[in-house]
């Protein structure tokens, strides 16, 4: 099975690039994050004449999760059980889904904006809760992944400047121990390789020249159980996704599992 996590940045933007490497990658299964659309403009029908069905949780114009399979799709699970609200309301960030021998949950990690706002203290909320609601998965037999944007670099190594992002979310202590109890519950990270250069950058900023010179951030992670870690064959971050016009920052996330 090829397995993928991507955050389009506006699916009804991307959708003809999405429809084009969705054909040409090969892929099973993808997460999709930020779809900024709500589910009644979803473009279930494009999807459908490929072959994908689709789980959706969106609201509308931010946040926005999904998971595109097309070797069947079920017990799907909308929304993170148990998980913060903010402003009133339980923004759409998480989807869970069974796709074949496979369970998945796409999810798009609040930002938190900056150190000491109401968002920043919302995030680390929310991986508290994503870790208990996939406590039981984890643990299981089958092959589980949680894949998504999660807006925090595991290591210093996956930004391109540590000291660029002195003061700044995505890279403080308590982001990083959030994760750590995430993969503290039966998770390991899928590090893909990077098809260029040294590092597999996911994220690379629209402004000044973020792409083409190399100032990314691996943001955009898979982490799975045992029983999927134990089944990659290989995994890759598709920069080439991250070229030219209309693109969206982030590059898909690509992971490929063997019988």
């Known amino acids: 099975m090829r397995i993928a996590t991507w955050n389009v940045n506006s ?44 789980a959706v ?25 148990g998980g913060p609200d903010y402003d009133g309301g339980q923004e759409p960030r998480a989807i869970a889904a069974t796709c074949g021998p496979v369970r998945v949950w796409s999810v798009y990690v609040p930002n938190g904006r900056e150190i000491g706002h109401p968002h920043y203290d919302y995030k680390l909320r929310w991986l508290d809760a994503l870790r208990e609601t996939v406590a039981d998965d984890a643990k299981g037999p089958r092959p589980f992944a949680v894949l998504g944007d999660f807006n925090v670099a595991p290591t210093d190594d996956d930004v391109w400047d540590r000291t660029r992002f002195d003061g700044l979310t995505h890279v403080t ?37 973020g792409f083409p010179k190399n100032r990314g951030m691996r943001i955009d992670l898979v982490y799975g159980n045992e029983a999927f870690a134990g089944a990659v064959g290989d995994a890759y971050v598709d920069r ?20």
């Open 11 to 54: 699916i009804t933007a991307r959708l003809p690039r999405l429809l084009a490497w969705l054909e040409s990658s090969g892929t099973d299964v993808l997460c999709v994050q930020e779809t900024k659309c709500a589910e009644t403009a979803f473009p279930y029908e494009p999807l459908r004449e490929l072959g994908y069905e689709a």
């Open 240 to 259: 080439e996704e991250r070229k030219g016009k209309g693109a969206s920052d982030h590059a898909p996330v690509v992971v490929d599992l063997q019988p």
């Open 173 to 209: 202590d308590k982001e990083r121990e959030a994760l750590a109890a995430l993969r503290e519950g039966g998770l390991s990270d899928v590090v893909p390789r990077p098809l260029k250069y040294d590092h597999p950058f996911t994220y690379w900023d629209y402004r000044e020249l």
């Open 57 to 81: 949780n969106a609201t509308g114009r931010w946040n926005g999760v999904a998971v595109l399979s097309r070797v069947g799709l079920g017990d799907v699970v909308s929304g993170l059980p």
